[in-house]
């Protein structure tokens, strides 16, 4: 899964696996929308998460898991789980990519501020710069 149209088929597979589970168990939906697809193979999907505790309620949850994988790529598949996340994946998690659009949106308000021109007016006047700014 390399190319963007993979990719993008992978996120929107995520999101309905993510969003049936949540409406048959909410918690096993959350817990999935934090989980990263590492890898995706015609027969297995690693998906890796965080932490320890995310790892142990999925493997918990593995059949549910399976099931609903297998459901909506309309062909059998193993989930495999592991803990760290990897340094190159086939999908961000959703909770990530919410993450990285809300930080990018806070940096460009930030930078729109700092070019204010009633900001760069006090700073001249009171030869200051300006410490952080809230958002």
């Avoid at 932490?51 to 999925?58: K, T």
């Avoid at 593995?62 to 803990?83: G, N, Q, W």
Wanted: include cysteine; charged fraction near 30%; glycine fraction near 6%.
């Amino acid at each position: 899964m390399n190319d963007a149209g993979s990719a993008v088929r992978g996120t929107l597979c995520g999101r309905r696996i993510v969003a049936g589970l949540e409406a048959k168990r909410p918690r096993l939906g959350a817990l999935l929308a934090h989980a990263e697809v590492a890898t995706l193979t015609p027969s297995a999907v690693t998906l890796a998460f965080s932490d320890r505790f995310g790892f142990e309620q999925a493997e918990k949850a593995r059949a549910e898991i399976d099931s609903a994988i297998s459901e909506v790529l309309r062909r059998p598949i193993h989930a495999v789980f592991t803990v760290g996340a990897r340094a190159e994946r086939a999908v961000r998690s959703e909770v990530g990519v919410e993450n990285d659009a809300a930080a990018a949106d806070r940096k460009s308000r930030e930078q729109e501020a700092r070019q204010h021109p009633l900001i760069r007016s006090a700073q001249d006047v009171f030869g200051a710069s300006l410490k952080e700014i809230k958002t």
